[in-house]
Structure formats: C-alpha cells, structure tokens
C-alpha cells in the first residue's frame, strides 16, 4: 500500500515559532518507520504546501497527519482535499491535540482518530486495511471513529511501560527538507525522542495530561544507536521533561562518550531538577549541552505559586548560577499575565539583564491550552475558540489592567531587548554565523512575527470555522 503522511502548516493566525523555526516532523518520521512493508512517502506542508500534485502523483491509500492544536483546521483542510481527490482513502489523524481533544476531529472528512501513543495503533489500522479495505476498528484500543456526526470511542489503549517498541525515525523520509530544518540562529537541526510525559502538575501545560503525568522513556542503547545515525550538528531533545530520570541520563551519558558522538544539545528541564542535580549538567556540559529550555514563569513566589509551578525565585536563581557555572545557555520563559502592566514587563527585562547566560526569553501569555483542566477553569472566561490563537502568544482570555493592544505592544517592544541582547549573548554578529544559509529566511521570519503582533488583537476576534 501506499501510505501518505502529512504534516499540516500552521494556522494563518499563528504566531509562535512558525517563521523563527522548521523541525522536522519527528512524530510522522518514526511513524513512517513503523509500517517498513509499505511504500511511505511524506509531505512536510510547513515547506510544501502542493497537496494536490502530490495526491495525484502519489495516488496513497491512507493519508495519515499528525495535529497540534494550531494544525486542527489545516490538518481538517488535508482530509478534505484527500477526500476530495479519491473518497476511498482512509484518513486518520493523530497527535497532541487529537489525543486531548478528540471530538474536535469528528468530521466527515476524518475516519480514524488516533488517541494516545501512536505507533502500535497505527500499525494495527494499516494492517486491517490492507487485508479487508473496510473500515471494521472497533476492536482497536485508542481510537475514535467518527460515525453519522458522533465519536464513537474504542476502549482506551494503555500507555506502555517505556518507548522501546518505537522503531527508530526513518529520516529518510525527510531528505528533501533537511537543508531547509532550523530552529533561530542554528541551521544544521535534528530532533530526537528519548522519553514522553511529565510527573509535574503545572496547572497551565498539556504535557501531563496527554501521558496522565507518566513519565515514560526509551533505552540509553537505543537513544544512542539513534544518535549515531544522526548527521547534523544541533540535536534537539523533543522531551517534555529529559532530565526528570538522572540515572538514565548518566547512562545515555556514558553511552555517548563511549561511541566518541560528537553533538550539540538542547534540552528542556526544570530549575528545580538542576539545583538537585548539578553534576549531572556538568558532566553534560562537557560532551556538548549548549541549551536548555525551562519555565522561569516569574520573577516573584506568588506569580509562581499561582500556576501551580512548585518552584521559587530562590530555586530559579540557583539553578541559573549552576548552568552558568558549566557553560550552558538558558532559554527562559516568563508567563505573561493578564493583569501585567508595563512595569512588570519592566521587572522581567531587568531581571535578564542581570543574568548573562539568559541568551533567549520567551513572553508567554498565559494560556488556558484545550484539554486542560486549566481550561475546565477558566472556560467561563476564554475569549476565543479559534485554535489558530492557541498559539502560546495570543491572549484567549481578557486582560484585565491594559488593552489587548496595549498589550502586545509591550510584548513587540520587549522582544525588540530580547533580539538585540541575543545577538551580543550568543555573539551571532560573527561572520560564521551571520552568514549561515538560513539568516535571510530568519530576518524575513523575524519582520513577519514584528508585523503580526501589532495586528494580534484582531486575530482573537476571529470566529472559529465551522465544519470544512
């Protein structure tokens, strides 16, 4: 059979990463390598949007995509036209957001949603389709099969107890995109999945709720094996929370240093992980953890304790002296609240002023994310059901002190500091890196969000489509 997957563009109204970034599309790559008897091809519609020459080109049998919450109406649009092209292939979408809300993809353009891990229901959809060409599911764990305007729902599929059954990506899939991967000022970018899940309860973030806060990870030996086959520089970690199992990650260390692997990480954690574990970063540091991403969220204990975080100002302040200690840069992320003033984008700007190894900061407004019980909350108050603005930088709640304009005005005029004082951080005037293949797309990425902010007011009044 022939398999086609889709990786759907972001919304129109999407802001976030979408032209300061393309990854590759890790989930489709190591679902593509789960059905190796098939003929698989893949269509990254960040960087080719041409689904209909494909279609017709390709002529598939199933069309699979994978959906955040920002893909739901591009990924619906991708049925549609498969549909469209030939109703007798099988669409199934899976993914983040059609893990944690299902019955937004409960469409007529849609016959399979995949709900949960991904790669042994997958297989067993494929499977029964090459052999009956009907579609007769039920009997698969995980799913939602849309029927006569209703989800009907199959008995849940339970997590496993770690990631070793998932087939290591195929990347070949993504050959033809790989020059055109980068994320902000690196250009050579690969991505890597050595673990799922969060144990944390932080009231705002989805991760916990897609695992039912499990963590559940991959073997050293096979990370490593993945690693080996990996030619780009710049890996990034595409964990939720990597360094939660130390034992593991000094294992994976080891391992590492063994093979004689020569990289460049990035990594997410918490602040609270680092000050419990510092030898760990180090030892990391050493074989190439330039980054780490984690959620500062406040420069204050009780913004923090709002969100429910279970950090401090203390804890936040110590683990930023130990990363810089060893070396590594931190991407910090702030919340931005919805009763924040100029001054409290102020106290943020200072605060990374003060801390050099802050090379990047992200202003996040804070974001009740579908399917959340933080969503349940605050349901009464959202603004807007348009997931296009789901985006982690719009407001889909009221502020309550400034305008929403006034708002992202501030948010435009403090990312302008965040620019400028990454450049002289992480020294990228340097000709090495100024010159690098992908700077014209990262400047051009760079106008575009500038523009799109100063108009984001309007996108939340956007109503949100009906049925496509």
Partial sequence: MRILLVNPPSGDLTIGLKYLAKIEPLGLEIIGAAVPDHEVELLDMELDTDLESTLQRFNPDIVGASAQVVQTYTAQRVFKTAKEFNPIILTVVGGHH???????????????????????????????????????????????????????????????????????????????????????????????????????????????????????????????????????????????????????????????????????????????????????FAKWARIGLVLVMTGLEAVDDTRISEVNKRTSVEINEKAIEILAQYGIGLSAGFLVMPDYTEADFKRIDAYVRRHPNIVLTELTPLTPLPGTGFHQEMRDQVTTHHREVYDLAHFVIPTTQLSQPEMYRLIQKYYVRVLLRAIIRLKLYRPQVAFRRHIPRLIIGAWRNSDLIKRMHFSTSQPAPTEM
């Fill in 98 to 280: 059609a893990t944690l809300c299902p019955h937004e993809f409960n469409s007529r353009f849609i016959d399979v949603v995949v709900i949960g891990e991904g790669v042994p229901a997958f297989r067993e959809i494929v499977a029964r389709w090459d052999k009956r060409r009907v579609i007769d599911f039920d009997d698969i764990q995980g799913l939602g099969l849309p029927r006569e305007g209703k989800l009907h729902l199959t008995a849940p599929r339970p997590f496993p107890a770690n990631l070793d059954h998932m087939p290591r990506p195929n990347r070949s899939l993504t050959d033809k995109y790989r020059l055109r991967y980068f994320y902000l000022f690196e250009n050579s970018v690969a991505s890597i999945q050595t673990s799922l899940g969060c144990t944390f309860p932080c009231n705002f973030c989805s991760c916990q709720h897609f695992t039912g806060r499990r963590f559940i990870t991959r073997s050293p030996e096979l990370i490593v094996e993945d690693l080996k086959t990996i030619k780009e520089d710049f890996i990034m970690f595409c964990d939720d929370h990597t360094f939660i199992d130390v034992k593991r990650l000094e294992r994976l260390h080891d391992l590492i240093v063994e093979a004689g692997i020569k990289k460049r990480y990035f990594a997410y954690t918490r602040t609270d992980c680092v000050v419990k574990n510092p030898d760990i």
